[in-house]
């Protein structure tokens, strides 16, 4: 199993609080808000073949007429993972809204680390299930889609023990939106030949790298682990490889907290802080519950004999 990584602890700069929600005051509110999201209009369907002919079993769990599937309303969503109450889903979204640690979430609403964390990491793949390049970041250039059986979230990816891949994301700001690229063809080891031979400004903070702007990108930025070789980076003090935008100012601090983030879910971290930027202006809560709402979508097939 997969140890579990400490959170940085991020300030909640420029966040915009959210206001008293109804759907916090009990059990029962919390759960009929949710299943508004999950069958909007009180449309009930399949979440197998979508089919609306469905039989109502016991313990809150349907049949559907069609395929025979037998599920609950959350089945196949991001919200089935972690087994938490409705209420004390949509409490510890409020508070990851604001940027609230697993460590808080876990002592206020009385989880160990370990669900806090698993809770914390399923908001964090639904966000970038909703990137538009998603099924990219997802596929084996991240392995991202190997922590996925079926419609689960596992803690260890499957065809786990090879190599990791460190895949290496260029940040792109313009008219007050990011947009992360995941740099297909771009290996890490390559970023260094460019510092090693070509001056592309680099800066360190743990293992995570960033350089310089790179083609049309403003930054390049990966997250490496022991394998690279961070003695061949070009030291210097006047720190002329920080990105000069909006998104840095923003994420920059929070990035460098992440050092002990493992580069397979770095991507997670990344996709998080541009969510974070470009919906700086709105409420994050009713986004996240949304999101959390949706279906988990099919990942592309891994090949599990490569290393």
Known sequence: MESLPEEPQLAPEGQHPVPDEPCLASEEAALAHLLEHC???????????????????????????????TFHPFSGRWINNGNLTPLTWLRLLHMYAGEATV???AAELGLSYNAAYKAVTTARFAILAHAPDARQLLGPETGLGGYLKGKKLTGEPRGGGGQVPIPVFGILERNGWVFI??????????????????????????????????????ALVLCGDDSLPYEYIRRRADGQAE????????????LRAFKGVSPQRFPLYLKELEFRFNHRRENLFATLVRYLCDMVPDVPELDESRP
């Open 39 to 69: 069958w909007p209009g009180g449309r009930s369907f399949c979440p197998r073949c979508g089919g609306g002919r469905l039989y109502e079993l016991s313990a809150g769990r349907w049949r559907c007429a069609g395929c025979k599937y």
């Open 103 to 105: 460590h808080t979430l």
């Open 181 to 218: 690229d995941l740099v297909s063809g771009l290996s890490a080891e390559t970023v260094f030949h460019f510092n090693h031979n070509f001056h592309l400004r680099i800066e360190r903070s743990g293992n995570l790298v960033h350089t310089a702007p790179y083609r049309h990108y403003d």
């Open 243 to 254: 990105p000069k935008s909006e998104f840095w100012k923003f994420a920059g601090g929070r």
